[in-house]
């Protein structure tokens, strides 16, 4: 199996932009979550759904964060528009019977 | 309220010596644990899990944790660190039911001297 993937690995772009994350989960996982890594905040869950649908989305921060679902092998994260206090390492993680595991992220600089 | 602490923000340790990295939880009924690794530049990887049963659990790289209810303790050992075990080491606890959602701790970064 591949794993979780996730693109692009690294993103740069200006603050106002709109920037689109994009995940694809372990063939046969149930669970997609959403996570934000900071130096400063830690690991912070956003968003994670169950077969498709959006369970929990309290820990996204704004209503410029948006996260689809539209079928169980792609789900994609939108900031619209993007600001610099959005530079981050966002993971995309999947699980089946509660063991996650995780994307190798892509790393988010808003300039 | 719940949640997972691991005191120790920074460990080292020289190579060939012992490691035990803490955690200790808050949770309303026993919970499933789980310790993930991450090294630099790379995602989380799944170390040991507890779900039930024997409270000592054996993990990849030659890592165990250990479960102590009267402790509400999950701490991770290893008796002989190689220096690629310099890594972030990240605790969390999940819903032994529903949804499963994982609260994490917020890690102990280790450094391996040579």
């Known amino acids: 199996d591949a794993g979780v993937i996730q693109s692009p690995r690294h993103e740069v772009t200006e603050m106002g932009q709109e920037v689109t994350l994009r995940c694809k989960p372990i063939?046969?996982?149930?669970?997609l979550f959403w996570y934000r890594q900071t130096m400063m905040r830690g690991l912070e869950l956003l968003i994670y759904?169950?077969?498709?649908?959006?369970?929990?989305d309290s820990g996204m921060p704004e209503d410029r964060f948006s996260a689809k679902m539209p079928n169980a092998s792609f789900s994609t994260l939108k900031i619209q528009p993007s600001e610099p206090r959005d530079s981050a390492v966002y993971f995309c993680a999947s699980s089946y019977n509660y063991e996650q595991y995780f994307g190798p992220g892509t790393r988010l600089t808003v300039t | 309220a719940q949640s997972v602490t691991q005191p120790d923000i920074h460990i080292t340790v020289s190579e060939g010596a012992s490691l035990e990295l803490r955690c200790n939880y808050s949770y309303g009924a026993t919970p499933y644990l789980f310790w993930y690794v991450q090294s630099p530049g790379q995602g989380l990887q799944l170390l040991l899990k507890y779900f039930s049963g024997d409270t000592l659990v054996q993990g990849i790289k030659g890592f165990e944790a250990e479960f102590k209810r009267s402790q509400s303790s999950f701490n991770l050992r290893k008796p002989s660190v190689h220096w690629s075990d310099a890594a972030e080491y990240f605790c969390a606890v999940g819903p032994a039911s529903g949804y499963n959602k994982l609260i994490f701790g917020a890690g102990t970064r280790l450094a391996v001297h040579p």
């Open positions: 063939s046969g996982h149930d669970y």
């Open positions: 759904f169950n077969n498709n649908v959006p369970i929990d």
